[in-house]
């Protein structure tokens, strides 16, 4: 157990497993005494002896971790056979404890940007619940990047960041790029829930020339699935279901705001790159995959 400020790091597994099940894997739980708590899985190359080691590491930091952080580490490792000069990789996802009671109401806080002074937010027939990506944000960067630089991989030499994030964590590295945008090397944003809010997001893209950037620009990749806006009828879906479920998709416009993400930041003289792809024949689930495996390659390729 470690603590960081008022954050405690409590290891799940403190002899840690066994390396014929999960190989240079662990997991904590992270709290303030207070919601939010967090689930953190941390993984780091299988020629690693330990983490007690000395070299020079990129980092990934996945948001959803309950569902992207094993996604994310097999991807990488699976690629190292064939790509033997592939730099040395940590992956830190950020997940919560597996009940319903917590996940998904935290995660609607964590993710969802504010409402910013001064600008006019869309009409919404519901109130929106409280924002927290602020406050989680800070907690990333204050809390659980320090923890795990001096805490867990004292003698390691951090190269460069990345975050990602996916559907609505896809929206909250948005949020992150426009104003934060010095926070990460690259920043990389899959299935965006830009139909947030009646698409309030898109509106304020032009708050990211505002911010000064003093050292070097982020990168930001977009991906998306052809599926996700228009999908094709299941062998064992019938007409009815099939047009419901269509129906509800289309009104997401998840390329048609991807599209025009992609058209509003490629010019932004705040970014070095910024990359935009289609996944065929990849619906909302298989798209966020296929985007973390090309993001990784995006980002250790500079």
Request: glycine share 6%; aromatic share 12%; hydrophobic share 35%.
């Amino acid at each position: 157990m470690s603590s960081l400020t008022n954050w405690t790091f409590n290891s799940l597994v403190p002899s840690g497993f066994p390396a014929t099940v999960l190989p240079n894997v662990e997991f904590w739980n992270v709290s303030n005494g207070i919601n939010p708590e967090y689930q953190i899985q941390v993984s780091w190359p299988l020629e690693w002896a330990s983490r007690d080691v000395e070299s020079t590491a990129l980092t990934m930091y996945v948001l959803d971790g309950n569902v992207l952080g094993a996604t994310a580490t097999e991807a990488i490792r699976r690629r190292k056979p064939v790509e033997p000069s592939q730099p040395d990789s940590i992956i830190v996802s950020i997940g919560y404890p597996l009940t319903d009671t917590v996940y998904i109401p935290q995660r609607s806080i964590d993710f969802q940007p504010p409402i910013y002074e001064g600008s006019k937010p869309p009409e919404s027939p519901d109130p929106l619940p409280k924002s927290g990506a602020d406050d989680f944000i800070q907690f990333i960067d204050t809390v659980l990047r320090p923890w795990v630089h001096s805490t867990l991989f004292p003698k390691v030499n951090f190269a460069r960041d990345a975050l990602y994030g996916h559907s609505f964590g896809g929206l909250f590295v948005i949020h992150t790029l426009i104003t934060q945008p010095e926070l990460f090397d690259t920043f990389h944003s899959a299935s965006p829930a830009l139909f947030w809010n009646g698409g309030y997001m898109l509106e304020q893209l032009g708050r990211l020339e505002d911010v000064p950037i003093k050292g070097t620009k982020p990168a930001l990749t977009i991906g998306y699935g052809s599926l996700e806006q228009f999908p094709v009828q299941r062998r064992t879906e019938t007409d009815e279901a099939f047009k419901e479920r269509r129906d509800l998709i289309r009104t997401f416009k998840i390329k048609d705001n991807c599209k025009m993400l992609y058209k509003r930041l490629k010019k932004s003289e705040k970014l070095r790159a910024v990359e935009l792809k289609e996944y065929k024949g990849q619906d909302h689930a298989g798209a966020g995959a296929s985007a973390l495996m090309d993001g990784y390659e995006f980002f250790i390729d500079w």
